[in-house]
């Protein structure tokens, strides 16, 4: 995961702070345990990353939920820009993903 080595933490936007929570029931706390645990599938986010370099994410929290994830590099540290829970498809693409780190 060469994209994650560099960063050194999280930046919460304090705009956005609980929007996660409002919008999917995503606690922040959840969506920065994803980071911690593996698989954790990576990809750029070319279509979204026009003014600013994007990556989304497939992810679980500690507890298993799995997490679909958007995030951007600010520096050092990642900024969360929204959480879900992941759809059918990408359910399907994590598992995928999980069998050839088994």
């Avoid at 936007?13 to 995503?26: F, L, P, Q, T, Y």
């Avoid at 645990?37 to 497939?58: C, M, Q, T, W």
């Amino acid at each position: 995961m060469k994209i994650l080595s560099k960063f050194a933490g999280f930046d919460w936007d304090e705009g956005n702070k609980n929007k996660n929570w409002i919008k999917h029931r995503v606690l922040d706390a959840e969506c920065e345990e994803i980071f911690f645990n593996i698989p954790l599938v990576v990809f750029p986010d070319k279509a979204h990353s026009k003014g600013e370099e994007r990556h989304y994410v497939l992810g679980k929290t500690n507890r298993g939920r799995l997490l679909f994830l958007v995030f951007t590099p600010r520096g050092d540290k990642i900024r969360i820009i929204s959480a879900r829970d992941m759809s059918k498809k990408e359910r399907r693409c994590y598992y995928e993903s999980q069998k050839s780190h088994s």
